[in-house]
């Protein structure tokens, strides 16, 4: 039987692929909880420190939820069937994990865009930390045309993310951007040959790995935290995360490992 998720490891990087590419890599409510799931074990897990986000194909990253499975169990037009889809209806995090919605994901997320980006699959790449795409990618919410709203952090995340003009467009009238828009914007940080993207996210990848553990995740947290408070909350926030560090012995070997000109050794303490 063929998993909509595949989870590897590669060293100390995970490597989720969305695999349902006859469907688009649509989000079911199987492969939405083992998804959230994924990402539970792998925030817990202290072994890996990035994760690379694909799709499976050359199709899509990511079309959003199922509009056949996913989206009328949420309005109530189908009535569970399987235990993945009373599970979908009735924990309420799985969607929070899979877009890290009020989800303290410490890891570094990688998104290595494959195709086109379509609404809940653009709010789970609003949650990722580093973006590349593949020329051919595209982006879009069209929620409102389908008659209900983004509700896994796009409404709050993207004017934030990118210009709100552009934001609002997007949102409003359902229509996509392009990769080179979406590069432009900010969306994404890089626009790859298709058969270079899952060598430069994992390039990426492994480079964030290589750092230290700790200072890495602080980074990550204070920048989320940081979002939409004032200078002097971020300052505080700021000062916070350098205590956290600087009390590691990684803070120690860092320095020490440069002066000895050897590549330094972390442990995430």
């Not at 595209?138 to 934030?160: D, K, N, Q, S």
């Amino acid at each position: 039987m063929t998993l909509p998720l595949l989870f590897e490891r590669d060293g100390a990087v995970a490597i989720l692929t969305l695999n349902r590419p006859e469907a688009r890599n649509a989000l079911s409510p199987e492969l939405a909880c083992r998804l959230a799931d994924a990402m539970d074990e792998i925030a817990a897990d202290e072994t890996i420190r990035a994760v690379v986000l694909t799709g499976a194909g050359d199709k899509a990253f990511c079309s959003g939820g199922d509009l056949a499975l996913s989206l009328p169990l949420l309005s109530g037009a189908r009535q569970p069937e399987t235990e993945w889809d009373r599970r979908f209806l009735a924990d309420d995090g799985v969607n929070a994990r899979i877009a890290q919605r009020g989800f303290d994901m410490p890891k570094p997320v990688i998104a290595a865009v494959n195709g086109p980006c379509m609404a809940g699959g653009m709010e789970t790449l609003l949650g990722t930390d580093i973006r590349i795409a593949v020329p051919h990618a595209t982006f879009a919410l069209p929620e409102a045309a389908r008659g209900v709203i983004p509700f896994a952090g796009a409404l709050v995340r993207l004017p934030r993310q990118i210009p709100y003009a552009l934001a609002m467009e997007m949102m409003l009238t359902g229509a996509a951007i392009d990769a080179e828009t979406a590069l432009n914007a900010g969306l994404i940080g890089r626009i790859v040959a298709p058969g270079a993207l899952m060598d430069t996210a994992m390039t990426l990848a492994r480079k964030v790995a290589a750092n230290a553990p700790v200072a890495v995740q602080q980074i990550k947290r204070t920048v989320i935290a940081a979002s939409g408070v004032t200078l002097a909350e971020g300052y505080v926030m700021e000062d916070r995360a350098k205590r956290v560090v600087m009390a590691t012995e990684d803070a120690r070997e860092g320095p020490r490992a440069f002066m000895e000109k050897r590549a330094p050794i972390y442990r995430g303490k």
